[in-house]
Antibody, heavy 122, light 109 residues
Framework: EVQLVQSGAEVKKPGESLKISCKGS????????IGWVRQMPGKGLEWLGI????????RYSPSFRGQVTLSADKSINTAYLQWGSLKASDTAMYYC???????????????WGQGTLVTVSP | EIVLTQSPDTLSLSPGEGTTLSCRAS???????LAWYQQRPGQAPRLLIN???SRATGIPDRFSGGGSGTDFTLTISRLEPEDFAVYYC??????????FGQGTKLQIK
């Protein structure tokens, strides 16, 4: 069974750094893209970027490039989303999601993590 | 960036009714790289349709996707109580970022 398990909720202060994780299991971790999606409170879905753990190829949304860093450690089947300096506006639920099986669906998100709630407050 | 505009923003219907949700793109979505997701309150999104018209595994056949180019639709033939949720379209082709529409909220009348 494919599963993506994300790290727990975080409460941080502005200016602090943070790295949240997404551990994949039940499939070959290096062969599927993993994306990250933001959902601010009461709002819609926003695409942050996507990473291919096999070779760490990363594609960022221009809106988030320089604001976040995507990475992956294939030795432990885990993808990461990190911030160097958090802002209050980073408060949101963050989801990781795995891509599909064929080229036509490789970048659509068939499997999702449970979400990590990040709260940034003074 | 491809902007996806969904309509309507909110839809009020009764169980048993059918409906069609719309997703219009500001540019052609190549090769029909268009997906639909359902999100219930407090849950992660769930993939319903990808490649514009291909139902994901385990999705009931009352859900169907269609369209190409810049105009796409999600049709739900007979609404069940669990279908009342928010629906998002997403384009995931070669044009980055892989944007989502703003969502359509389907609520019980």
């Amino acid at each position: 069974e494919v599963q993506l398990v994300q790290s727990g909720a975080e409460v941080k202060k502005p200016g602090e750094s943070l790295k949240i994780s997404c551990k994949g299991s039940g499939y070959s971790f290096t062969k599927y893209w993993i994306g990250w999606v933001r959902q601010m409170p009461g709002k819609g879905l926003e695409w942050l970027g996507i990473i291919y753990p096999g070779d760490s190829d990363v594609r960022y949304s221009p809106s988030f490039r320089g604001q976040v860093t995507l990475s992956a450690d294939k030795s432990i089947n885990t993808a990461y989303l990190q911030w160097g300096s958090l802002k209050a506006s980073d408060t949101a639920m963050y989801y990781c999601a795995r891509g599909g099986d064929t080229p036509l669906v490789a970048w659509s998100f068939r499997y999702w993590g449970q979400g990590t709630l990040v709260t940034v407050s003074p | 960036e491809i902007v996806l505009t969904q309509s309507p923003d909110t839809l009020s219907l009764s169980p048993g009714e059918g409906t069609t949700l719309s997703c219009r793109a500001s540019q052609i979505v190549d090769s029909s790289y268009l997906a639909w997701y359902q999100q219930r309150p407090g849950q992660a999104p769930r993939l319903l349709i990808n490649a514009a018209s291909s139902r994901a595994t385990g999705i009931p056949d009352r859900f169907s996707g269609g369209g190409s180019g810049t105009d796409f639709t999600l049709t739900i033939s007979r609404l069940e109580p669990e279908d009342f949720a928010v629906y998002y379209c997403q384009q995931y082709g070669s044009s980055l970022p892989h944007t989502f529409g703003q969502g359509t909220k389907l609520q019980i009348k």
